[in-house]
């Protein structure tokens, strides 16, 4: 058989296999122009709800509309503001009256377009509405296919803290539409990366490897490496997601990087100063410092980390975020509010190799106060 090289690639499947809660990621190009195909096969009428942003859906949304009439489904759409602060009680709310009003059933799907907000604040919808209705995640960011869109967690911010209202219900399908990540600004994607390389850091050294030699290809639009990279992410977050699915033990490694991290989200207001695929990046060096101070891996392993996140342009210390940040204490009083802390005590993820990671709440508090103290001084 000869190879034609313009025929579209393939569709990645990747199942989530969580017993009656299973579903399939579809990962490939082209899947929102034939959205109606994809999702006919999940209704009982043929009429979907559609909930997206107002950035998403100036780009994606006639898309969908066309996507969903050529396979039969009519769609009828509510388009929320863009942005995190999105993801609070007023807009589920109008959410959720706005589904009622459309007069969704039990047996009804709803669509989530867009990034992690729109997927978290759908899902979360889609989870109270009527004890429960499914959902479909059309997640349009890179962040949003290699992590919110994948294992059921879903949820809003409160004004004392970020998804602290929330339930875990999981998609019935998830189609990442590796096109839709053409119209994605460059710092969005580089922050959706930082939960990319993370999957490597925290479990899968072969990957590291493989996105050290690809990821700056990937970054500059080479569609084949981005299918990779969702589809092997996606894979390792599955995995996870099956072994732990209410986050009870191993679905903790998940969260590499995000004890930082969302302090320094705290720090920065949630604003544009640091999003929050930055904080992670800066966060997983941090814990790969902290993990070579305290003799657990070598020290070339931050270096590496370093030097990746160097070569990709991002951010990775605390002298890359503009402004004023609290100081040592304030950082590690921000810490206490990680959802990982049990009892009082911070938990954190640690690694003794690339790839090889676990939790601890062994970390003398002398060894975060230097490594924060060496941080702050830049
Ligand atoms: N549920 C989970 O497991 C989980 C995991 C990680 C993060 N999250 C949540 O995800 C959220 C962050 O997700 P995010 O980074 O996708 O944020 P987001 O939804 O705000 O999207 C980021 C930005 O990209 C824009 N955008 C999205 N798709 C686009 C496209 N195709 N073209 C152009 N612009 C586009 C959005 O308008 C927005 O400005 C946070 O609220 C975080 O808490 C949830």
Redesign the pocket.
Known sequence: MSHDPTAAPAIDDVRVSLGARSYTVRVGRGLIARAGAEIAPLLRRNRVCVIT????AE??LDGLRTGLAEGGVAMEALILP???TT?SWRYLEQAVEWLIAQKVERGDVVVAL???????LV?FAASILRRGVRFVQI???L??QV?????G???I?SPLG??LIGAFHQPSLVLADID??????AR?FL??YG?VVKYGLLGDAAFFDWLDANAPAMAAGDKALRQEAVRHSVRMKADIVERDETEQGDRALLNLGHTFGHALEAATGYSDRL???EGVAIGCLLAFDLSARLGLCSQEAPERVAEHLARMGMKRTLSDIEGDLPGRDGLIALMGQDKKVQDGTLRFILARAIGDSFVTADVPRAALAELLDEALAG
């Open positions: 942003e107002a950035t998403v780009l994606q863009a942005g995190e993801k867009g990034g992690g907000v729109i997927g978290d899902g997640p349009t960011s962040l949003a992590d919110s869109s994948v294992g967690k879903t949820g911010n970020k998804n839709a990540l053409d119209t994605l600004p969005d922050a959706g939960e999003l929050h695929g």
